[in-house]
C-alpha cells in the first residue's frame, strides 16, 4: 500500500473512534505511519481525507445491506423486498461503534465542517442511486438521474431519518416491520378511489 491507500486506512480508524471534530491531522499521520505533508499532497486537506475515508465506510456497508443475498429472494420493488433490505440497513445501526453516528456528527456540526459538509452532500446523490437497485432490482449503471433524483432522494431521506432515530433512540426507532406497516397504509391511501 502506498500512502495514499494507508492514509485512508489511517482515516478511517480515527474516524471509527474519534469522529470528525475530534480527529486531528496529527492523529491520522500517527495511525496510518505517514506524514503531515502526505495528507495535502494526496487529499488536499484534513477535511477532504476524512469525508473520502466515510463515503469508503459507508461502501463498505453494501454487503451488509444486501444481507448475504437474502434480498435477492424476494421480488425486486415488493413490500417484502422492501422490509428485508430495510432489515438489514437497520442492522447496521445496530452494531457497537456504527458508522453511522458520523453522519449526525456532520449534521449537528455541518458549519463546522464545510469542507466535510460539502463533500458528502455530493456523495448523496450517488447514495441514493445504490440504494435504487437494491431496492427496486436492475444495476447501479442503469438508475437514470431523474430516478435517482425523486425514487433515491426518498430512500436518502428515509435512511438519514432511520440514522437520526436509531442515534437518537434505539430503544424506540422503528424496525423494518414497522417501516413496512407504514408503507402500506400510505399505498393504501394514496391508491383508494
Not at 109 to 127: K, M
Request: with cysteine; proline share 3%; charged share 25%.
Amino acid at each position: 500500500m502506498g500512502h495514499r491507500e494507508d492514509l485512508l486506512e489511517g482515516a478511517k480508524r480515527c474516524l471509527l473512534a474519534k469522529g470528525f471534530v475530534r480527529t486531528t491531522a496529527r492523529d491520522i499521520v500517527k495511525e496510518s505511519g505517514t506524514n503531515l505533508a502526505s495528507i495535502g499532497y494526496h487529499y488536499g486537506s484534513k477535511d477532504a481525507l476524512l469525508a473520502q475515508a466515510y463515503v469508503a465506510l459507508v461502501e463498505g456497508m453494501s454487503d451488509a445491506f444486501e444481507g448475504g443475498g437474502t434480498a435477492d429472494d424476494t421480488e425486486p420493488g415488493s413490500l417484502e423486498r422492501f422490509e428485508r433490505v430495510w432489515s438489514n440497513i437497520i442492522g447496521t445501526m445496530k452494531e457497537p461503534g456504527s458508522v453511522w453516528r458520523l453522519s449526525m456528527e456532520v449534521l449537528a456540526l455541518g458549519d463546522r465542517l464545510p469542507e466535510v459538509r460539502d463533500h458528502l452532500a455530493l456523495a448523496q446523490r450517488e447514495a441514493g442511486r445504490g440504494l435504487v437497485p437494491l431496492l427496486v432490482g436492475g444495476r447501479e449503471e442503469d438508475v437514470s438521474d431523474e430516478t435517482a433524483e425523486t425514487l433515491g432522494v426518498f430512500y436518502v431521506t428515509l435512511m438519514t431519518g432511520l440514522i437520526a432515530q436509531w442515534t437518537f433512540d434505539p430503544r424506540t426507532a422503528p424496525d423494518a416491520e414497522r417501516l413496512t406497516a407504514g408503507l402500506r397504509r400510505v399505498i393504501e391511501a394514496a391508491t383508494r378511489t
